[in-house]
């Protein structure tokens, strides 16, 4: 089986003017190479301004990459094709109200990529966010409704229906969960395993919180000063960490090594 | 071992478009010298509120309401505005989230921890004086573990990064020994790392200067192990408090045991399983449930839950539910 995306050599630098005629490069990711299958899920771990963030942005094309190529089922991705990529790599951001339009209701702004990317009619197209909406557990009727009238639970229901609408192979989320209350975080993780497991999603994600990324990734990339330090299954990675940083991202709270903790049954 | 802070039944009314609103409802707590105390809450629980009623941060808005508030053997509700802030002042200080939007972006660390510094504490004429004061602000920033003091002395909130910035914070709210540390939320949407090291200061802060700490947090797993009690907080009103390994290994309340479930502190959980969680949203302020709050997304909810429990205690452990998941006898 091939995989689904494939990333070879990419890499990002960003140049910026230092006094006269010197150009200064800076290098946010060195050359770095992995796959991810159908329906895997990749977590990325790093300390701030280790490259996590860039590689989310490379791979859904809000970044050009400086060298290397990505591939879509064995296929070249081009960096400048927006459409073929939108449609088939989304992403979703952490600040679920700021990446929402605030001017637009929900419905317009689902409705948007639609037109831009698909050729149906309106009443067809309306029936599509009708149901994206559902399967994101919320109702029609949130159709006409503006991004701040919505909880922040809501809110990133939303976006992970734009990311959705288009039924892509692959949703990049950067550190989607982080700014979440506790019960709401827990069933937005349960919505995106339940959409995974009926679409067959890859979902690539950043993420500070090692609890999380034991429960839901297959992989975990550890990220260093823009290199890739390990790459390896979580069970690996969890019994057999090579390096200190990767202990050091995976090692739960304080609290969990404190307490001896054993759930009540009822 | 005697309560330096005592609250019971605190209670803030706000006026919404939708009539008078209770945003916290009987809250009571307590806090004994040189503890550290956990309040956990969602957003909409209020608890920054509660930190704002106890720091006199108040608006005139609000109606606040209590049978005790005390710090010491002052009552905070009788003292007049000018009483109370002297008090505020001398014995309390308060850190909040993200330290780099709270300091002031125009003036220099340095002078602005310098100020901080009261003038009672300084000895000498005028010029010893200013020396005096930037000699302690050093040994402040070396009290909260920063090395080089004179280049974060030397620097503007954007310059540092969020983990130095948030002990400078800690730094200024220490300069005048502070018997009660009310830490809200201080590392919110901080990593791991830079995370446990604000942590490890403040219990260490705690331990070595007897200083009381009320930690509000918004999840489970930033409760660290040092503190010794902890409070569950569901919109305003108090569903759970008592020492904090018994709260994590034996709750009493609905609330709690979710809470613990949604944090991962289940052992057993199957990666990629679906996690336990409450059903629904938290309420907004217009839309109150009556009685338990938590009815609605509560999974033990029964009829009786249209009034408000009262606080049954076992031990040190008291929590407020109808129908708690060990069965008590409750003696009230």
Known sequence: ?266 | MSNILDIRNLTIELETSAGTVKVLDKLSLQLAEGEIHTLVGESGSGKSLLAKAIMGFINPRWKITADRLWWRHYDLLALNPVQRRMITGRDMAMIFQNPGSYLDPNTKLGNQLRETIPQSELKGIYLRRKANRTVRAERLLHRVGIKDAEKVMNSYPHQLSEGVAQKVSIAMAIAHNPKLLIADEPTTAMEPNTRNQIYRLLAKLSASQGMSILMITQDLTSVIPESQRMSLVYCGQLMETGPTEKIMTEPFHPYTDAMLQMSFFNKELVPKTRLPTLTGAIPTLQHMPIGCRLGPRCPKSRRACIHQPRLSKVKQHQFACHFPLIEVETHD
């Open chain 1, 1 to 266: 089986m091939t995989d689904l995306l494939e990333v070879r050599n990419i890499s990002k630098y960003y140049s910026y003017k230092n006094g006269w005629l010197t150009p200064q490069r800076v290098c946010a990711l060195e050359p770095i190479s992995f796959s991810v299958k159908r329906g895997e899920t990749i977590a990325i771990m790093g300390e701030t301004g280790s490259g996590k963030s860039t590689i989310a942005k490379l791979i859904s094309g809000a970044e050009v990459p400086s060298s290397g190529e990505i591939f879509l089922n064995g296929e070249l991705l081009d960096p400048n094709n927006h459409q073929q990529r939108c449609r088939e790599i989304r992403m979703i951001f952490q600040d679920s109200l700021r990446s929402l339009n605030p001017q637009l209701t929900i419905g317009k702004q689902l409705l948007e990529s639609l037109l831009f990317n698909t050729k149906w009619s309106a009443a067809e197209q309306q029936e599509h966010v009708y149901v994206t909406l559902q399967k994101v557990g919320l109702l029609p009727d949130h159709f006409d409704f503006y991004p701040h009238m919505l909880s922040s639970g809501q809110q990133q229901r939303v976006c992970i229906a734009r990311a959705i609408i288009l039924e892509p192979q692959i949703i990049v989320a950067d550190e989607a969960f982080a700014a979440l209350d506790p019960s709401i975080r827990a069933q937005i993780i349960n919505l995106i395993l339940d959409l995974q497991e009926d679409m067959g999603i890859s979902f690539i994600f950043a993420s500070h919180s090692p609890e999380i990324v034991k429960h839901v990734a297959d992989k975990i990339l550890i990220m260093h000063r823009g290199k890739m330090i390990e790459f390896d299954s979580t069970q690996a990675l969890l019994t057999n960490p090579k390096q200190q940083l990767t202990k050091m991202l995976l090692q739960s709270e304080q609290l969990n090594k404190a307490l001896k903790h054993t759930t009540t049954q009822e």
